[in-house]
């Protein structure tokens, strides 16, 4: 066998397993790409929350069209079809039924789940008290509630848990079901069984959702009736679909116009078959990287790694046409240790990112990283022997002498470009507190239109405002019921003191084990409570001997056994505890939702009254304004380390101060004129333009050197001009497609690292030393 048969056998071989790791890698275009790798116990909330809470199971639906009385049948008939099914853990839509069911849940265990019972409440003054509040509520709107139940509920449990648990703002009610504000959608809650991290399991359940809509519309004969829904798990469903439509749709102009490009400049479908080997093997490289070191590969990596194909194609095209003239030998003497150093500045470059604590960072560099030495490798190893020595590369000298005496006029532009620098620095330094995007939505692919209605439908079905959490942990379900109840206590004490409105809390909805038995412990005997309602009742409109019911009720409680998390199954108290209560490797977690009043909470106040008893209070807010400054600053000093690395790299080859000067000089002037030009352009700037500035700088090295290592006083010969220009373009057009992306993070390298590396080889002919372009 030949040598170039030899070495395309091993090429294939190689190119066929990294196929197979490719096929089994697990894809994912979920938020993890946006979360630490080590998150701090405050991050620890976000992640859980985002993964497996149950909030990111919450799926809003809304129903419009036809009358208010058709809109509630078909939400019924649609709450009905949906319960029956195991993808979904609760279904609710407010009808009479279902909050009757719980109420009778309520009112069968009051004495264990009731906060007022206590043994000072079945004193004879305890009970005066209690049943004289019963009878003053009888008055009131809460009578009509109360008084069929006053001989059985004497001493108000079922209003105590009520007034517990329906203390925040409820859903608008229009014919027995949930309604929108205007009254013109009926409004449904439904979980999921599926986790919020399970993608493909939220994506079956909207489907199921829409199928059973139209089946139920079908119904009850509302054919015009309309379905909208939100909530975390659409978001995941559409980011993916759109991460993949954008990868697909991206990766094939960009590889439609590189081809182009390719061809125009080959004339040679053997040459472009050849040269796109260094990309498909850059490519595939970066994936199977990615796959075995993270375990998952993500969208957005994938999406930045369809810009490789430009830079990786540049390898191909710098040996095509530099050896079509000067030979093998003589390119792998004159210009391989050339295109070897910019190899390098680009590892330099990338690799800085696999130092970050963010997966989605460090994927970028080691995707970027692979596929760039990959690429390389390929083209000095692998397209030598399968060329041979005459590679037919058609002569472009010509345009290379046209690019000379261009390069030559282009001088002339070196102080009006120094002036266009200084003045954008000087926008950038003026205006540095108008630069940056504070918030961590910009690096989020969920559209503002899917934004708009999370937000109606919240408002809608009056979601919780969750920004503010308190979180305990315990080893168990009981220990974190028992920290939820000692930390409810504390938080109590601050809502007499008016520092917050009130909390919801899992111990609300189910009671540790403990606290039930001290509840039940507290319930006297038939006999004994007999004797105290005598006592309580002598002057009580109510007489004791009309309390039978009510002391049969207390004498079953204390025999009845304690309530566990499988008695509320069905209930939209299992919701609210599924809600509040999470559990992970570690334990169990509480969550503690707290509500403001008129004034915001003073976190530091809340702080120190939480101090040292276990609970951590959470600003969520706070949290993710945080989690983006983490990212931000991490990547600062990751791109600075990255091109202090480059700046080290070229010192150490070059050793020449001013010839590394006259390097890093058309680099510095692309990125502060890119950066300002976007400013200027209405852009906030947010970390993957950071991240950006690298790049330019790790891609746009490689045309300065061309420039700087030719040999003194010699003019760059003419095929080494024409496949910078054409190199150039290609990565221009790889980076710059991503500009059309709909995907923030995939856009905002798109609109800087494509321009920034025109920007970069044309500055680098500016202001190349005279005697090297002459």
């Known amino acids: 066998m030949s040598r170039a048969g030899r070495t395309f056998l091993l090429w294939l071989l190689a190119m066929l397993a990294g196929a197979a790791i490719v096929w089994n890698s697990r894809f994912s275009a979920d938020m993890s790409f946006f979360l630490p790798a080590h998150p701090s116990a405050e991050q620890q909330v976000l992640v859980d929350q985002l993964k497996e809470g149950a909030v990111a199971r919450l799926l809003m639906v809304s129903i419009g069209g036809g009358e208010s009385a058709q809109r509630a049948a078909l939400s019924r008939e649609l709450r009905g079809r949906l319960a029956k099914l195991p993808a979904f853990v609760s279904v609710q839509n407010g009808e009479a039924g279902s909050e009757a069911a719980d109420r009778d849940f309520l009112f069968r265990h009051r004495y264990l789940l009731s906060p007022a019972v206590s043994p000072e409440r079945f004193t004879e003054e305890g009970l005066r008290r209690a049943v004289g509040n019963s009878i003053d509520l009888l008055a009131s709107p809460a009578g009509m509630l109360l008084k069929p139940l006053l001989t059985r509920d004497p001493t108000g449990?079922?209003?105590?848990?009520?007034?517990?648990?329906?203390?925040?703002?409820?859903?608008?009610?229009?014919?027995?079901?949930?309604?929108?504000?205007?009254?013109?959608?009926?409004?449904?809650?439904?979980?999921?069984?599926?986790?919020?991290?399970?993608?493909?399991?939220?994506?079956?359940?909207?489907?199921?959702?829409?199928?059973?809509?139209?089946?139920?519309?079908?119904?009850?004969?509302?054919?015009?009736?309309?379905?909208?829904?939100?909530?975390?798990?659409?978001?995941?469903?559409?980011?993916?679909?759109?991460?993949?439509?954008?990868?697909?749709?991206?990766?094939?102009?960009?590889?439609?116009?590189?081809?182009?490009?390719?061809?125009?400049?080959?004339?040679?479908?053997?040459?472009?078959?050849?040269?796109?080997?260094?990309?498909?093997?850059?490519?595939?490289?970066?994936?199977?990287?990615?796959?075995?070191?993270?375990?998952?590969?993500?969208?957005?990596?994938?999406?930045?790694?369809?810009?490789?194909?430009?830079?990786?194609?540049?390898?191909?095209?710098?040996?095509?046409?530099?050896?079509?003239?000067?030979?093998?030998a003589a390119w792998r003497a004159r210009f391989w240790p050339t295109v070897r150093l910019g190899v390098l500045t680009s590892v330099c470059g990338f690799g800085a990112l696999l130092f970050s604590g963010f997966p989605g960072l460090a994927q970028l560099g080691l995707y970027a990283l692979s596929g760039v030495i990959a690429a390389a490798a390929v083209t000095r190893f692998v397209l030598p022997p399968l060329t041979g020595e005459q590679i037919g590369m058609r002569d472009l000298a010509p345009l290379g002498r046209r690019l000379a005496a261009a390069s030559q006029a282009l001088h002339v532009l070196r102080w009006p470009v120094l002036a266009l620098a200084?003045?954008?620095?000087?926008?950038?330094?003026?205006?540095?507190?108008?630069?940056?995007?504070?918030?961590?939505?910009?690096?989020?692919?969920?559209?503002?239109?899917?934004?708009?209605?999370?937000?109606?439908?919240?408002?809608?079905?009056?979601?919780?405002?969750?920004?503010y959490l308190v979180v305990i942990h315990g080893a168990t379900r009981e220990a974190a019921l028992q920290a939820a109840e000692k930390t409810g206590a504390q938080l109590d004490r601050l809502v007499a003191q008016g520092l917050i409105a009130g909390y919801d809390s899992p111990a609300r909805f189910l009671p540790s084990q403990a606290t039930q038995e001290?509840?039940?412990?507290?319930?006297?005997?038939?006999?004994?409570?007999?004797?105290?309602?005598?006592?309580?009742?002598?002057?009580?409109?109510?007489?004791?001997?009309?309390?039978?019911?009510?002391?049969?009720?207390?004498?079953?409680?204390?025999?009845?056994?304690?309530?566990?998390?499988?008695?509320?199954?069905?209930?939209?108290?299992?919701?609210?505890?599924?809600?509040?209560?999470?559990?992970?490797?570690?334990?169990?977690?509480?969550?503690?939702?707290?509500?403001?009043?008129?004034?915001?909470?003073?976190?530091?106040?809340?702080?120190?009254?939480?101090?040292?008893?276990?609970?951590?209070?959470?600003?969520?807010?706070?949290?993710?304004?945080?989690?983006?400054?983490?990212?931000?600053?991490?990547?600062?000093?990751?791109?600075?380390?990255?091109?202090?690395?480059?700046?080290?790299?070229?010192?150490?080859?070059?050793?020449?101060?001013r010839r590394l000067a006259a390097l890093l000089l058309p680099l510095v002037l692309a990125v502060v004129i890119v950066i300002a030009g976007l400013h200027l352009l209405g852009e906030r700037l947010h970390l993957l333009h950071l991240i950006s500035m690298l790049l330019i700088v790790a891609v746009g090295s490689n045309y300065a050197l061309f420039f700087d290592r030719t040999e003194r006083h010699r003019p760059l010969d003419p095929e080494t001009l024409a496949s910078m220009l054409i190199a150039n373009l290609t990565t221009a057009i790889g980076f710059g497609t991503l500009a059309l992306s709909e995907v923030p993070v995939l856009q905002a390298v798109g609109m800087t690292v494509g321009p920034g590396a025109i920007l970069a080889l044309l500055f680098a002919a500016i202001f190349v030393p005279r005697e090297t372009a002459a």
């Open 157 to 328: 449990e079922l209003v105590e848990q009520l007034a517990g648990l329906n203390a925040g703002a409820q859903p608008n009610s229009r014919d027995g079901v949930w309604a929108s504000r205007d009254g013109e959608r009926a409004m449904l809650l439904v979980q999921t069984a599926a986790l919020g991290s399970d993608t493909d399991g939220q994506e079956a359940a909207l489907n199921t959702i829409r199928q059973q809509f139209a089946a139920s519309a079908q119904a009850v004969g509302l054919a015009e009736a309309k379905l909208q829904l939100s909530g975390p798990g659409l978001f995941a469903v559409n980011s993916r679909a759109t991460i993949k439509d954008e990868v697909a749709r991206l990766s094939l102009i960009s590889t439609f116009a590189i081809v182009a490009v390719l061809l125009f400049t080959y004339r040679s479908f053997r040459l472009l078959g050849l040269g796109l080997l260094p990309v498909v093997s850059g490519t595939l490289a970066g994936v199977v990287a990615v796959s075995l070191l993270f375990g998952t590969v993500y969208g957005i990596t994938v999406g930045f790694g369809a810009a490789l194909i430009g830079e990786s194609v540049d390898y191909g095209i710098y040996y095509f046409v530099q050896s079509g003239r000067n030979g093998l």
């Open 422 to 467: 200084i003045g954008a620095a000087a926008v950038l330094v003026t205006q540095r507190d108008q630069l940056w995007n504070p918030e961590l939505s910009a690096l989020s692919p969920v559209s503002p239109a899917d934004q708009a209605v999370d937000m109606a439908l919240r408002a809608d079905i009056s979601a919780p405002d969750s920004r």
């Open 518 to 657: 001290q509840r039940r412990a507290s319930l006297p005997a038939a006999d004994d409570l007999r004797r105290k309602l005598q006592a309580a009742l002598v002057d009580s409109p109510l007489a004791a001997n009309k309390l039978e019911a009510f002391i049969a009720d207390v004498d079953n409680a204390r025999q009845a056994p304690t309530i566990n998390r499988d008695a509320l199954a069905g209930s939209s108290l299992a919701l609210a505890v599924d809600a509040l209560l999470l559990n992970h490797p570690a334990g169990w977690s509480g969550l503690l939702p707290l509500r403001t009043g008129p004034q915001a909470i003073d976190s530091a106040q809340l702080r120190a009254a939480l101090a040292g008893s276990g609970a951590l209070f959470i600003d969520m807010k706070g949290e993710f304004d945080k989690l983006y400054n983490d990212y931000l600053h991490e990547a600062m000093l990751l791109a600075l380390g990255g091109v202090l690395a480059i700046t080290v790299l070229l010192a150490l080859t070059l050793r020449s101060p």
